[in-house]
Nanobody, 119 residues
Framework: QVQLVESGGGLVQPGGSLKVSCTAS????????MGWYRQAPGKQRELVAM???????NYADSVKGRFTISRDNAKNTLYLQMNSLKPEDTAVYYC?????????????WGQGTPVTVSS
């Protein structure tokens, strides 16, 4: 089992930047995938960005060129740098990680950190 704790959310003006973090309670080196999801009020949770095997990244079309996902294994932390923020980026941002243990796949979720983009 692992606990994921997000931090860094808050209120930011349109066009501004914010960096959210997700710190794990143990080493993240075994995680095959780590990603950020978000859920806006009244909407379904959606994938924002994912990093696979610590190298390959995927982004939602809506955030390409504005958001950057990265991970620091030494700090057991996943990051999401968000630039040129728009009001439609307002949501609760969740961290998710996944790993194999033998042949069994496990998913872990954090509790979320809210991001509000508003003037």
């Amino acid at each position: 089992q692992v606990q994921l704790v997000e931090s860094g959310g808050g209120l930011v003006q349109p066009g501004g930047s914010l960096k959210v973090s997700c710190t794990a309670s143990r080493s993240i080196s075994s995680f095959y995938s780590m990603g950020w999801y978000r859920q806006a009020p009244g909407k379904q949770r959606e994938l924002v960005a994912m990093i696979i095997s610590g190298v390959h990244t995927n982004y939602a079309d809506s955030v390409k060129g504005r958001f950057t996902i990265s991970r620091d294994n030494a700090k057991n932390t996943l990051y999401l740098q968000m630039n040129s923020l728009k009001p439609e980026d307002t949501a609760v941002y969740y961290c998710k990680s996944g790993e194999f243990k033998g042949t069994q796949w496990y998913d872990y979720w954090g509790q979320g950190t809210p991001v509000t983009v508003s003037s």
